[in-house]
């Protein structure tokens, strides 16, 4: 295991201190219960954005956490999802009034921690919603899976609604948007090799060196299926496929996309697959109004991509390009 | 069950977890992500160190802190339905200092109950209620039949290690597991399997007298 | 090799032509020869600001293109520096009036190449300056070598000497600028792992699984000693004492620093080296006033890191706070 | 040497560079960056793709668009340091269709001059240097004896394989190879290698009858 770290039962924590001096300005990291929250949380009158999620998946949330995007992010341990004693004190941290919205991936610990906090947190008597993201194409939504897995919509979504509470936009439209921001919005991931978590010390599962696997989720989970090596606008043309038919996208629609890095592919190789998608949504007609390349929601040490298509309005737009200033999304 | 035994069960299932650690994880690995017996026993270990600071309380109480210490300790699915079965045998036992057979199934039964509502798996989706459903079942039947708790408890755990073992051929439909389809078959449920291993320390701390008994 | 591209000959362009799609607004790509533009150059009364280099260590350059960074960027093959008709024709598109600054990293090829380069612009009478940038401790500067290796200082000069620039100051004080900023950083890095360069298809080097290569260069050259893996902590003690003894910087002194990623390290990985950095800095009464953590100057896949301190006064602080635009630094 | 022979001289060498592109590139490996091979494939791969539109110039001609197609197209340390070598090889040899042998040398020498003046090299610090300096030195003393360039050039190139080989036990001062201090110790200089197949490439193009000599 080759990984610039102490001990991997301190992974966690460690990062965290060294976020809270990488950004003094930005946020606070607090702990036992663990959670980061924005420098100058609470904001009365704001209704307040908390998501979280296991960790491993840097910059995903805590690199969000800022002006114009998330109150604050309750980190798991690595690829676990937060516990509910982690999300009522961020909650209660940054209710500034207005209640509060939890935005949460569809995974089943996720979803049922968050459930949980936001049983605790009614009692409370604070107005909370949240909103599920479910938007990998991979999974089948059926009575058979758990449903559909959250990913880089997740990361839109915080954006959006994160603007929203900015101006002032009271919990039900904020949620209400965000619900919008998953219905509309669609990603699928592909994997050329496995990550490796700190505490288990090897690969989660092994892939050969001409395999890819489609449709990964972003904890090492399998994907969809196992396939030989391709190249990279054929890995374009199988992602971007997928997700175009399923919302389905068409002529004229006007998308942001994501391009996003598992964490062990270089920038470089992102761009290669941007040239693609890009060729992909002219032949379609498809306008792509705005793009994010990068490392946003990754896998450890992952080699691999995702994409994500969201198709948006006027009124979306307007609120993706409103300022965020977060350690990971700047503008 | 006294009181002491009842801690003697969480001590004993926090050293099977332990022990089960790396076999828990690599099941995880082959359905899951791979965290299962790392949680277990991150959760398990913070359990364990509390207990001896409640050992003075009733069954109620002790079970109280072993949920919710389950439920912020232990994350990912298994800690909030964990957390959940322990709260909810804990209210069924408020007060008491000791269970009996039928004070015990109840509990049990209605621990399951929260699990089902949080997590609305029934049998047969490959998941820990797969082993805990066959062993309340039994349990309580047992114990109907006549049996002693401790005698009833051997019964249960055995009935939920074959409800463990019989989650290998099938294919999950809850959890992470479920995004395997198909791919799921032929790998035994790692929250089934510390579900066992919670029935087999319920059955041993049953059976025997417990290091603290004479305290 | 697991690489998400196409041919390795087309990974440079095919790059580029994502890079041109995914920000449209910020830059604009040309071929043959090839260099990226701000969207908006030239700029009348502006001194212009020309990088470039091998490709393969994205960001750097072609994300440091835009309002407040540089004017152009001039990207080689991979690990390979660029040619002289490149740099001159981004010159002579950038070209305002106000002369040019050439930012060139120590290496024997890139030296030379823009010496061709500005040999044959200054021909053409427009005023031009270049700038070495040779911050690597980790190579002794001697008549033994070929001085030390452009490494992490590059990026914070691009971006410093860029406001400068935006502000309007004349060439000679952006070129004073730049060269204070060299004086003033120090680098070094580790490597966990070889990168692997797509025309070569296998890691340049092999690193065994419990060693690492200190003083790593960043196109994958040997470093200045093979040691056994070590835990963060130590990593950032040996880089940090290795880049404080140097200059030296000493009590009292404001930084800004960097922790960046080689390219197959995961963020959470850099913030764990922030961490300990951090606590040194403490001991040092050294006072770090911004900070970036991040993949800004990779090594394609490489997992490893780079430290770069820079000694500040209020003016590079300044400098440094003033806008910026680019596909990867943005505020 | 003919204009043709020249013509021959750089198509050889463009033949040579693909045939050894994997060795060049990992004697690179272990000094370098290993690219020394893919550079100097991809600018005289160019370069032989030039040369049947300029075959008609004259030889400085030729050259020009030899050293330019390499400065823009090899890039690294040795796109300007071979750029160079042939643009002043070319502007010694203005107008020129043939070259006598102390006109060849006189050409080679002042690209030599031109590589030191921009890599500031000299004999001894692992570098095509190596390769060049004693190939010109053999080169001039050979001619000067009296023997016929073809012969003097395989004098030169056998000097230059030598001078290449000698760069093994050196240790690199100038250049990428320079950061690895002893441990550049013992491997031979890629661009020294491929000086020296720059130079059996002419010996064997002033011997032979070029293939186009009859159009
Ligand atoms: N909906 C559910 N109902 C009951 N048990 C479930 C459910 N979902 C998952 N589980 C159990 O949780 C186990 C996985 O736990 P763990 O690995 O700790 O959580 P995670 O999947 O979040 O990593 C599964 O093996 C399964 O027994
Ligand atoms: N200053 C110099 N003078 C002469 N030759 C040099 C100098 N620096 C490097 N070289 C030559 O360049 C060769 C490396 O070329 P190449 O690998 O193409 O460039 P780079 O080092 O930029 O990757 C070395 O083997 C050496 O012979
Ligand atoms: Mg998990
Ligand atoms: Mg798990
Ligand atoms: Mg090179
Ligand atoms: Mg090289």
């Known amino acids: ?23 003094p300005q930005l946020l606070r990291v607090y702990f036992e219960p ?14 307040g954005l908390v998501s979280g999620g296991g960790s491993g998946h840097e910059p995903m949330h805590s690199g969000f956490v800022g002006r114009g995007m998330l109150d604050a992010a309750c980190p798991g341990t690595v690829f676990t999802s937060p516990t509910p004693d982690q999300m009522l004190a961020a909650t209660r941290a940054v209710d500034g009034g207005a209640g509060i919205l939890h935005i949460v991936k569809n995974y089943t610990g996720d979803v049922m921690n968050f459930a949980i906090a936001a049983e605790l947190i009614a009692d409370e008597g604070v107005p909370i919603a949240s909103v599920v993201i479910d938007d990998d194409v991979a999974v089948q939504d059926s009575k058979f899976t758990a449903g559909r897995r959250g990913v880089g919509t997740t990361v839109l979504a915080e954006k959006i609604c994160g603007a929203a509470a900015e101006e002032g936009q009271p919990l039900a439209r904020v949620a209400q948007l965000c619900r919008q ?11 050329l090799t496995s990550c490796t978590v700190p505490a288990a010390g090897r690969p989660t599962f092994t892939l050969g060196e001409d395999e890819m696997e489609v449709g990964i989720g972003i904890h090492g989970e399998a994907g969809r299926e196992r396939r030989p090596l391709a190249q990279a606008d054929e890995i374009t043309d199988i992602l971007t496929t997928a997700i175009l038919k399923d919302l389905p996208f068409v002529g004229g629609d006007r998308v942001i996309v994501m391009v996003n890095g598992m964490g062990g592919s270089p920038l470089l190789e992102l761009y290669i697959l941007f040239r693609h998608l890009a060729a992909i949504c002219d032949q379609h007609a498809i306008r792509i109004e705005r793009s994010l390349v990068g490392n946003y929601m990754t896998s450890l040490d992952m080699a691999g991509c995702s994409i994500t298509m969201l198709k948006v309005d006027d009124e979306l737009l307007r609120l993706w390009d409103a300022p965020v200033a977060t350690a990971a999304l700047h503008w | 069950m006294t009181r002491d035994q009842i801690i003697d069960w969480i001590r004993r299932y926090a050293a099977a977890i332990a022990e089960n650690k790396v076999q828990l994880t690599e099941l995880d690995a082959a359905l899951g992500d791979g965290d299962h017996g790392i949680n277990m026993d991150r959760g398990m270990g913070e359990v364990a160190a509390k207990l001896p600071g409640v050992a003075g309380s009733d069954i109620g109480a002790i079970l109280n802190t072993v949920g919710i210490t389950m439920l912020s300790k232990v994350g990912g699915a298994a800690g909030p339905l964990y957390g959940t079965l322990f709260m909810r045998f804990s209210k069924e036992t408020a007060g008491k200092l000791e269970l009996t057979g039928s004070e015990f199934v109840g ?22 209620v797969d082993a805990l459903w066959p062993a309340v079942e039994m349990l309580r039947q047992a114990l109907t039949d006549g049996a002693t708790l401790p005698a009833a408890l051997q019964v249960a755990a055995a009935a939920a290690k074959d409800g463990a073992a019989k989650t290998i051929p099938m294919q999950a439909s809850k959890g992470r597991a479920s995004y395997l389809g198909p791919r799921s078959i032929g790998h035994q449920d790692p929250g089934a399997t510390s579900a066992y291993l919670l029935l087999a320390a319920a059955a041993e701390a049953a059976q025997a007298i417990p290091p603290n008994a004479s305290v």
Chains 1, 3 share one sequence.
Do not use: F, W
Not at chain 1, 34 to 47: C, E, F, L, N, Q
């Open chain 1, 181 to 191: 921001v998953n219905a509309c919005g669609r990603s699928m991931g592909v994997a």
């Open chain 1, 1 to 23: 295991m080759k990984k610039l770290i102490n001990r991997p039962e301190d992974v966690v924590d460690d990062a965290l201190h060294g976020l809270q001096r990488a950004h």
């Open chain 1, 34 to 47: 663990t959670y980061i929250m924005r420098a100058d949380a609470p904001i009365a009158g704001k209704v």
């Open chain 2, 107 to 128: 509990a049990l039964a209605a621990g399951l109950t929260g699990i089902q509502q949080r997590g609305s798996a029934r049998p047969g989706e490959k998941t820990m």
